[in-house]
């Protein structure tokens, strides 16, 4: 199975240059952030809170091209607010960031 950080990092290490700390920092900010939207979609009580959160995760997923991520987050938008299956999906995505010598 294919690592599915593989295009955010390498877009992560274009924006952070030679500087590992800064990677590591900007990776950790990125996972932070979406792990929040997440959050928030699974806490929502309205299609106002459902959509504004999944509107915030394909922001931030266009800001590092990280397109199966815009992909799940499109899916959200398109789909019944609180739809299970697209946070388990966006979870799962989530949890494949997590490098495998982590």
Known sequence: MAYEGE??????????????????????????????????????RCDGNWQVAAMRLKGLAASFHAEKLIGLADEALSGVPGEPGVTRRIEHFLLDLIPPDA
């Open 7 to 44: 295009a955010l990092d390498a877009n992560l290490a274009a924006a952070a240059g030679n500087d590992a700390a800064l990677f590591r920092e900007l990776r950790g900010a990125f996972i932070e952030s979406a792990e929040r939207q997440l959050d928030l979609m699974r806490r929502a």
